[in-house]
Each structure stands twice: as C-alpha cells, then as structure tokens.
C-alpha cells in the first residue's frame, strides 16, 4: 500500500468512528476499515461501551478471509482482557498480514502493548497515520488518560453587547430555536453538562438530551450540580429525568443530603474554597467516574472560577444580534486587568452562522 492509499483508507476508518461519537463513552470512538487486494472487504465501528470493538465488528463483517489483508484501525489495538477479549488476538488468529493505526492507546498501563503484540507474531505494523484527527475525535479521552481531568467545553449563549440575561434575570430565549437545538448536539457528545445552585433555582433545567436526532443509545450525560449548602430543590427536574445526577457539596448537613439521595442524587462531598466549591477537585472526581468531556452550562461565577484557573478548554459561544444594554447581566464576571497585556487571550479555530445567530469556538 502507497501512503495515500493509508491515509485514504484510515479517513474511511474515521469516518465510521464519528458514528460512534454519541454513544461509546466512557470508551472512545473506533473505526476499523478491512483491505485485501485493494479491496474493501469488511469495515465496523466500536457502537457502546461493554460491546464488540470496531475491530471484531469488521472482522464479522468480512465477506471473505481476512487472512493477508490489511486492517485500518483508528485507535492502537488493545491487547488486555476487559469487558471484551484483546482484539490483538483477533487479529492475530484471523492471520492479517499488516495492521495500521491511527494513534498510540493513551492509556499508560497499555500504552505500546498492542503494537508489540502484533510485531512479535509476525505482522507488518505501522501507527501515527492521521494521528491528528484520531486525538481530535476522542479529545476528552485522551486528555482523562493523559492528565486525569476531563476536557472542559463552556458554552455560553450572549447577546452581540455580551450580556446573558436582562437585569432582572430574564433570559428566555437570547439564541434562536437553531441555536437552542445545537447545543442538544453538544449535550449528546458530551459525557457530564455541570451547573451551579444557583441556575438550578433560577431556571430549573433538565440538563438531559431532548431530541431523537442524536443515536445516543439511550444514554443520558451526567448532570452536575455545584451546590455547596445543598439547597438543591427534591422537585428539581434534574432530579425527575433519566440518567445520573450527581451533587458537590460542602455542606455537613446529613438530613438534606439524605432527602436528596432519596429524591434520586448522588451527594459528593468536596473541599471548600473561596467560591464554595473546588470545581478542580470535582473535575478531578468526575474524571475518576470515566467522564471524558463535561459541558458547563453554568452563570458568570462559575465560568469565571474555570477562566481564572484555566480549567477548560474550550468556550463554545452563540451570539445573537440584540444589544441587551448596559444593565444586563454579563457572561463573564471577571474582574478586568490593569493592562491590556494582561488580558485573558483565546484563540478563535471555528465560527459559523446558525439560523440568526453565529456560532464562536475558541481554545485556551
């Protein structure tokens, strides 16, 4: 094989992992693209997690032998026993002549043990084509086993004078309707959305994916919630939906954290701090949950404490064009610099115009 005909194949092999991209937490996206003599001639993707891996869902797919062709995964194969069997071993016992991956398992305790494995058998081995994208489709994978923290997306929903709400509170509905229904696209990819007290009180949010456009397989992200005196309300809708909801606190009181658990929450208790809540020691435990991705839907105070101490990654903004004025609420309430030098700066890699409104992502 050419190196184009390597990476026109491994661009097809993550083509078939984006299809798993709503479903397969807390595993990553992987796609496998079988060739033998030019020919495609099996090809799968990893759908969920505790399922078979793209790899074994290729080799089912074959419509002939797979001895002396050529795999084109995504991921390095594993090579331990988990939920399912090492598909190095598949690979080996189906007697492939060559195996090409996209990127090294992050993972340090395997980390290398898949190439190894098929080397000594025998086989022609070549990893890091289309490395990039490989990492960018599973970002929040890598970065929780590369660093022990989840990658962090704030999204936040402004006006074009920067303002979140009115004065009073109001903010129903800043974005247009295609906005709103992009941000279920953000929910569905992500594996936790976090939110403070206080926009539980404020608006009562589902935090939960309410579209069938998404092939989530049934699964709901995580819902968060900062709430260091638990004054979490038991008629909360996070509490009433499906899937996890799961509460920081700091508070002692046993009584409200037992009626909460009684009304469907996970209490965890965490160290204080200025704000009343660690947000690094809750990424930190949510990390250890195999939450890849978080996405925080929160207000000004906690979206400033994860600027201030650079803990996200990325700001996801969707701007409508109304000036609220100068009494609204902003996104950001950071204190400003004495200089301009000194200023939080970002880089803008994506935007895009979405019904009235435009759509800014920018990386720390």
Not at 115 to 142: P, Q
């Amino acid at each position: 094989m050419s190196q184009i005909d390597d990476i026109s194949y491994m661009e097809q092999a993550l083509h078939l992992a984006e299809k798993g991209r709503y479903s397969t937490s807390p595993n990553p996206a992987v796609g496998c693209v079988i060739v033998k003599n030019q020919r495609v001639i099996g090809s799968g993707f990893h759908r969920r997690a505790g399922g078979p891996h793209a790899e074994i869902e290729a080799i089912n797919s074959a419509t002939e032998s797979c001895e002396n062709a050529t795999a084109y995964i995504t991921l390095e194969p594993c090579s331990h026993h988990g939920k399912t069997g090492p598909c190095c071993e598949a690979l080996i016992a189906h007697q492939f002549a060559r195996v090409v991956y996209a990127v090294i398992d992050p993972n340090q305790d395997i980390a290398g043990k898949g190439d190894r494995m098929l080397r000594k058998a025998g086989m022609d081995v070549l990893g890091g084509v289309c490395s990039a994208a490989a990492r960018e489709l599973n970002k929040g994978f890598f970065k929780r086993m590369e660093y022990g923290l989840p990658y962090v997306t704030v999204k936040i929903a402004m006006s074009l004078d920067g303002a979140t709400a009115l004065r009073k509170g109001e903010s129903k509905w800043i974005t247009c309707s295609e906005a709103r229904e992009d941000v279920q696209r953000l929910r569905a990819e992500t594996c936790a959305i976090l939110t403070g007290i206080g926009t539980v009180l404020k608006d009562d949010p589902s935090l939960n994916i309410r579209t069938l456009r998404f092939d989530t397989l049934g699964r709901q992200p995580m819902r968060v919630v900062l709430d260091s005196k638990l004054r979490t309300p038991h008629e909360s809708k996070l509490l009433n939906v499906a899937g996890i909801s799961r509460i920081y606190t700091a508070s002692a009181d046993s009584s409200l954290a037992t009626a909460l658990r009684n009304a469907g929450a996970t209490i965890c208790f965490t160290p204080k701090c200025d704000n009343g809540i660690d947000v690094e020691a809750v990424l930190f435990d949510l990390s250890k949950q195999g939450v890849n991705k978080v996405l925080v839907e929160a207000g000004a105070t906690i979206v400033a404490e994860l600027i201030d101490r650079e803990l996200f990654d990325e700001i996801i903004v969707y701007m409508a064009p109304k000036i609220l004025g100068t009494d609204a609420r902003s996104g950001f309430n950071i204190a400003s610099p004495d200089n301009l030098s000194d200023a939080f700066g970002l880089k803008l890699v994506e935007s895009y115009n979405i019904g009235t409104d435009i759509v800014m992502k920018f990386l720390r």
